[in-house]
T-cell receptor, first 113, second 111 residues
């Protein structure tokens, strides 16, 4: 069964610190892997999109990496800000179907001043 | 830029009641989706549409129906609400993989 597992489930860090969120997936082959940010009470918003052939993609202080061999992706947040407090969701799209995208359950990140 | 708009934002239903959630997008996207989000779980696809007049079942379609009579609108119906349908519902639209845009969500409580 195709799965997307994220770790940790929750994380608390101090403002200004860096952090890395992990995503392990079993979806194969896949078309693309996305990271979304979801603020409390809001819909997910796309941060990065990587195809299976890409290794890294940046969006400001957010950098996503992808290792297709180990089926792992990470999202690195640099110099965290209070506004980074949110859930971060890893999403994988199987190559076989555009509709059957698989969402991870997310990592809840809290930034403390 | 409205993007994807969901109505209503909140709703409380009694068991057995029916309701319709409306999703509207102004980006001329072909693909539209309905998801539900429950604590500790990833978003799960209920139904989706690949174009006006088409609908298809997703991962958890039981108890829901959908219609896509107009390209910009995607309706999600609950014919007889059950407490297990208490959830946050998200609509999304896409011009095709990989980008998808989500609405703000509808928080539904069935008592």
């Amino acid at each position: 069964k195709n799965q997307v597992e994220q770790s940790p489930q929750s994380l608390i860090i101090l403002e200004g610190k860096n952090c890395t969120l992990q995503c392990n997936y079993t979806v194969s082959p896949f078309s693309n892997l996305r990271w979304y940010k979801q603020d409390t009470g809001r819909g997910p918003v796309s941060l990065t999109i990587m195809t299976f052939s890409e290794n890294t993609k940046s969006n400001g202080r957010y950098t996503a990496t992808l290792d297709a061999d180990t089926k792992q992706s990470s999202l690195h947040i640099t110099a965290s800000q209070l506004s980074d407090s949110a859930s971060y969701i890893c999403v994988v799209s199987p190559a076989s179907s555009a509709s059957k995208i698989i969402f991870g359950s997310g990592t809840r990140l809290s930034i403390r001043p | 830029n409205a993007g994807v708009t969901q109505t209503p934002k909140f709703r409380v239903l009694k068991t057995g009641q029916s309701m319709t959630l409306l999703c509207a997008q102004d980006m001329n996207h072909e693909y539209m989706y309905w998801y539900r989000q429950d604590p500790g779980m990833g978003l799960r696809l209920i139904h989706y549409s690949v174009g006006e007049g088409t609908t298809a079942k997703g991962e958890v379609p039981d108890g829901y129906n959908v219609s896509r009579l107009k390209k910009q609108n995607f309706l999600l119906g609950l014919e007889s609400a059950a407490p297990s349908q208490t959830s946050v519902y998200f609509c999304a639209s896409s011009a095709g993989i990989p980008e998808a845009f989500f609405g703000q969500g509808t928080r539904l409580t069935v008592v």
